[in-house]
């Protein structure tokens, strides 16, 4: 039973263009959302997150987008870069968890053509 | 820079031969959790350590131990590995007093089984 869902296992972007990958979750208790980005052959990195106090978190080219009504967050990346080609992998935290524990989705890979 | 280091990065066993995987963090952070990641999956944990108290998930097989003798190191016991272990190995570590939940990973071991 999974808890958090990426239904796209891939996207295909130009550059320049916007990125948009989405992650659904079913859980209510989830109270935190992360993006981790992975390069292969490398581990996952903290990219973004939101708390679900907020519906929107923005960091440079990144914005996150939380609607909890809809269980559902998005990553948009703009404008995408070809460096940012990798696997995003959505996550959430419930509280009061005593060490944290993240429940990933599946990952999307981006492609970013130059 | 402070980092989360795992060693090795590829480990070939046999079927049913015992292998341990290291991971050492400069962090200093309280939390240090093992996953599994298998192909186009989300990776999925194993057990924490919240300092030295240690939390294994119900569903990680019986097969898997862990060791934290301090702050900066874990180990993962693999104890007679199967051919469905053969998979990306990740640790990460949090800290639970400061940045509850972002959790910064190492690069992780490949682990092959012949």
């Known amino acids: 039973d999974q808890q958090v869902k990426q239904n796209s296992p891939s996207l295909s972007v130009q550059e320049g263009r916007i990125s948009i990958l989405n992650c659904d979750y079913t859980?209510?208790?989830?109270?935190?959302f992360l993006w981790y980005k992975k390069y292969p052959a490398e581990g996952p990195t903290f990219l973004i997150s939101i708390s679900s106090i907020k519906d929107k978190n923005e960091d440079g080219r990144f914005t996150v987008f939380l609607n909890k009504s809809a269980k559902h967050l998005s990553l948009h990346i703009v404008p995408s870069q070809p460096g940012d080609s990798a696997v995003y992998f959505c996550a959430a935290l419930s509280g009061g968890n005593a060490g944290n524990m993240l429940t990933f989705g599946g990952g999307t890979r981006l492609m970013v053509k130059p | 820079d402070a980092m989360v280091i795992q060693n090795p990065r590829y480990q070939v066993t046999q079927f049913g031969k015992p292998v341990t995987l290291s991971c050492s963090q400069t962090?200093?952070?309280?939390?240090m959790y093992w996953y599994q990641q298998k192909s186009s999956q989300a990776p999925k944990l194993l057990f924490h350590y919240y300092d030295k108290d240690f939390n294994n998930e119900a569903d990680t097989p019986d097969n898997f131990q862990s060791r934290r003798p301090n702050t900066s190191f874990c180990f993962l016991d693999i104890r007679s590995p199967g051919l469905g272990d053969a998979a990306m190995y990740l640790c990460?570590?949090?800290?639970?007093?400061?940045?509850?939940?972002?959790?910064?990973f190492g690069d992780g071991t490949r682990l092959s089984i012949l």
């Open positions: 859980n209510s208790m989830f109270d935190y």
């Open positions: 962090l200093n952070h309280n939390v």
């Open positions: 990460a570590t949090s800290n639970r007093d400061r940045d509850l939940a972002t959790q910064h």
